[in-house]
Nanobody
Framework: QVQLVESGGGLVQAGGSLRLSCAAS????????MGWFRQAPGKEREFVAG????????SYADSVKGRFTISRDNAKNTMYLHMNSLKPEDTAIYYC?????????????????WGQGTQVTVSS
């Protein structure tokens, strides 16, 4: 059983920065592609960013490209999301998830394990 635990969320002013972390249990973290999703109130959960098992390939939603950076440290079983130039529309619960396939998927069904989420609130 894989457990994913997000942390690092909080309240920040527009233009500010946050770094989210996703800590994974088990010994297989380095074998899997991983992703970040978010869900704003009243909206569907959406893809934010994904990263390959080695960290050599990444993918971003257009809405965060150039502002967010996804990374991972396989030695620490941890994935990160560095968020800069935050906007009020970035307010959401952010989830990390494990990809169950070879590519960096962008749909919910591409991922099999999910964390409980961490709240990010950006004030204007």
């Amino acid at each position: 059983q894989v457990q994913l635990v997000e942390s690092g969320g909080g309240l920040v002013q527009a233009g500010g920065s946050l770094r989210l972390s996703c800590a994974a249990s088990g010994r297989t973290f380095s074998l899997y592609n991983m992703g970040w999703f978010r869900q704003a109130p009243g909206k569907e959960r959406e893809f934010v960013a994904g990263i390959s098992w080695s960290g050599g390939a990444t993918s971003y939603a257009d809405s965060v490209k150039g502002r967010f950076t996804i990374s991972r440290d396989n030695a620490k079983n941890t994935m990160y999301l560095h968020m800069n130039s935050l906007k009020p529309e970035d307010t959401a619960i952010y989830y990390c998830a494990r990809r169950n396939g070879a590519s960096i998927g962008q749909t919910l069904s591409d991922y099999d394990y999910w964390g409980q989420g961490t709240q990010v609130t950006v004030s204007s």
